[in-house]
């Protein structure tokens, strides 16, 4: 039976939460077996939009897209990327509200300055600390259920150093987060010093391929200390390349090559749930 992300937080050992990016990628991760899913940003952006992730994708588009996933992803607990909460603390307090309702488990909110960006791209910049521990009060405050996360990121490490970053976390802490993410950490000994700082909060860990951070097994990072594992990217990255060779392959062979891999049509309908629908649809037909 699929437990609740508090459920989850409070048991032993690490969750590892795979990126998705819309409806199908949340519903396949599900299906795998996930404990949770994780509401890529950065993958949000690239699929809804086909641009980068830098604060294009607005609150009500995020809020949809948190609906659809939420759903699909379901049971399993969808944890949300919230951005910077696309304003001040009166703008986080209600996006947090939104996320809630529409069936996120988690909101991720972080400390970045507009124009804000991928946590692993360069020329990041920050709000003040206490600006930005306003607006997780805001968001504590703002939420029905305290089973309902707060996830407060911040990723002052590049622009300000650890140090800033490690007293960004403590703030954070203190104004009520429940999940506590140092974004992109640049060795192996940040890593550790972040979970030996923080021992016994509930630390997340961005494994981010071609990232700036090591990229760890989750053995490795539950041993660390580390309390959530995020592959926020993974899949968006094997998509794209699946989708390069394969529009690639039509256009140069005039029909999709044999050796491509793909599911059949009919594996496709049941990843989906169009037997169950059908059989849905029979009980309530009439003569």
């Known amino acids: 039976m699929t437990k609740t992300l508090d459920a989850h ?17 949340a ?18 952006a690239g699929s809804a939009l086909g641009l980068p992730d830098i604060g294009l994708m ?8 948190v609906r659809a996933m939420a759903a699909a992803a379901g ?13 001040g603390p009166l703008q986080t307090a209600r996006l ?15 400390d970045q300055a507009l124009p804000k960006r991928c946590g692993h791209m360069e020329n990041k910049e920050v709000i003040g600390k206490e600006a930005a521990a306003a607006k997780i009060r805001a968001a504590v405050e703002a939420r029905r259920s305290p089973a309902f996360k707060i996830m407060a990121r911040t990723d002052a490490r590049a622009p300000l ?47 981010v391929e071609d990232g700036k951070t090591p990229y760890l097994d989750t053995g490795t990072l539950e041993a660390m200390g580390y309390k959530l594992a995020l592959f926020p990217v993974s899949a968006l990255l094997c998509a794209a390349r699946l989708l390069e060779n394969v ?17 059949t049509f009919q594996r496709y309908n049941e990843i989906v749930g169009l037997p169950e629908m059908l ?5 309530f037909k009439t003569e």
């Open 9 to 25: 937080l409070k048991e032993d050992g690490l969750i590892l939460a795979p990126g998705a990016y819309d409806a199908l990628s």
């Open 27 to 44: 519903r396949i991760a599900r299906q795998a077996g996930a404990k949770a899913v994780y509401l890529s940003g950065f993958s949000v």
């Open 58 to 65: 607005s609150a009500s588009e995020m809020t949809e897209r």
């Open 75 to 87: 049971p399993a607990p969808l944890i949300a990327d919230g951005d910077n909460g696309h304003g």
């Open 96 to 110: 947090t509200a939104a996320y809630e309702q529409a069936g996120a488990a988690a909101i991720q909110l972080e």
């Open 161 to 207: 150093g650890l140090d800033e970053a490690l007293r960004r976390g403590e703030a954070f802490l203190e104004a009520g987060a429940d999940i506590l993410f140092i974004e992109a950490p640049q060795s192996l000994e940040e890593m550790e010093k972040i979970a030996a700082t923080f021992k016994g909060a509930a630390l997340t860990a961005n494994m």
């Open 247 to 263: 529009y690639g392959g039509l256009l140069k062979e005039g029909r999709l090559p044999e050796a491509q891999e793909r599911v």
């Open 279 to 283: 059989a849905d649809a029979a009980k």
